[in-house]
């Protein structure tokens, strides 16, 4: 069940029924959440899981089923397609942008017009664009 495709309008039901029933996070299991489940479950005997149920159903409801998929069916989509997770596909062109980028930041280093910090720091803003 955690890899199949998550419904947006069962976990928006999940997280509006938390409003009338006494206990709630139910919606946060059938997400794969299942910490906040618990969380849920431990603070039921106060108002605030029942509020935060009550946004959570109506912002479910509010999303297109692409923003749901993309918040919550991420990895059950890339397994379903191909039995395993996929990684995102990178631009050739901006990867090579990207590489250049990185030789021009160690020449500057190695030059000492910039610090081992600061190289690093732009090298790991650089590679983040590419994931």
Same mark, same amino acid.
């Not at 709630?24 to 431990?42: E, I, M, R, S």
């Not at 930041?105 to 590679?127: A, I, N, P, T, V």
């Given at each position: 069940?955690?890899?199949?495709?998550?419904?947006?309008?069962?976990?928006?039901?999940?997280?509006?029924?938390?409003?009338?029933?006494?206990?709630?996070?139910?919606?946060?299991?059938?997400?794969?959440?299942?910490?906040?489940?618990?969380?849920?479950?431990?603070?039921?005997?106060?108002?605030?899981?029942? @509020? $935060?149920? +009550?946004?959570?159903?109506?912002?479910? *409801?509010? =999303?297109?089923?692409?923003?749901?998929?993309?918040? &919550?069916?991420?990895?059950?989509?890339?397994?379903?397609?191909?039995?395993?997770?996929?990684?995102?596909?990178?631009?050739?062109?901006?990867?090579?942008? @990207? $590489?250049? +980028?990185?030789?021009?930041?160690?020449? *500057?280093? =190695?030059?000492?017009?910039?610090?081992?910090?600061? &190289?690093?720091?732009?090298?790991?803003?650089?590679?983040?664009?590419?994931?």
């Amino acid at each position: 069940m955690l890899s199949k495709p998550k419904s947006r309008k069962v976990a928006a039901l999940l997280a509006l029924s938390g409003v009338v029933m006494p206990i709630t996070g139910f919606h946060k299991f059938y997400l794969g959440q299942p910490w906040w489940g618990v969380v849920y479950l431990l603070l039921s005997w106060t108002p605030i899981p029942t @509020i $935060a149920s +009550a946004i959570e159903g109506v912002w479910y *409801l509010l =999303q297109n089923s692409e923003q749901f998929d993309r918040n &919550f069916n991420l990895n059950a989509i890339s397994m379903a397609s191909s039995g395993q997770p996929q990684p995102p596909e990178v631009d050739p062109a901006q990867v090579g942008a @990207i $590489a250049d +980028a990185l030789r021009q930041l160690d020449s *500057l280093r =190695q030059e000492g017009l910039m610090s081992e910090y600061e &190289f690093e720091q732009k090298r790991r803003q650089l590679l983040d664009r590419i994931a």
